[in-house]
């Protein structure tokens, strides 16, 4: 597994990590999404989600919380951002840290 990246993500989305030589696997829905994540979870230790799956598959994610590998990472489409993905390494931090360093205050 180690150093092992992965991409989950609409077809559109997946072809730069592809051109890049990143494993990428198309998923248009939260049900695709959520076989390709139980069946390649072993295998890689960073896992890219597009933003729009992560929201959906939100509860099914918190699974991968407590364990070190894989790392699971929201991040935009080729649609452009929902702020999702911030918003949740936001809180992974604030968790892990006790405080929120992206605070604007």
Same mark, same amino acid.
């Given at each position: 597994?180690?150093? +092992?990246?992965?991409?989950?993500?609409?077809? /559109?989305?997946?072809?730069?990590?592809?051109?890049?030589?990143?494993?990428?696997?198309?998923?248009?829905?939260?049900? +695709?999404?959520?076989?390709? @994540?139980?069946?390649?979870?072993?295998?890689?230790?960073?896992?890219?989600?597009?933003?729009?799956?992560?929201?959906?598959?939100?509860?099914? @994610? +918190?699974?991968?919380?407590?364990?070190?590998?894989?790392?699971? @990472?929201?991040?935009?489409?080729?649609?452009?951002?929902?702020?999702?993905?911030?918003?949740?390494?936001?809180?992974?931090?604030?968790?892990?840290?006790?405080? /929120? @360093?992206? +605070?604007?205050?």
């Amino acid at each position: 597994m180690t150093g +092992k990246t992965a991409f989950v993500g609409d077809g /559109d989305s997946i072809m730069v990590f592809k051109a890049a030589g990143v494993a990428a696997f198309a998923a248009n829905d939260a049900k +695709k999404a959520r076989e390709i @994540l139980r069946s390649i979870a072993s295998e890689y230790s960073v896992i890219f989600l597009t933003e729009e799956l992560a929201r959906e598959l939100n509860d099914f @994610l +918190k699974r991968f919380d407590e364990e070190p590998y894989p790392v699971i @990472l929201s991040v935009p489409s080729k649609s452009g951002s929902t702020g999702y993905g911030q918003e949740c390494i936001r809180r992974a931090t604030e968790r892990a840290l006790g405080v /929120d @360093l992206f +605070k604007n205050d």
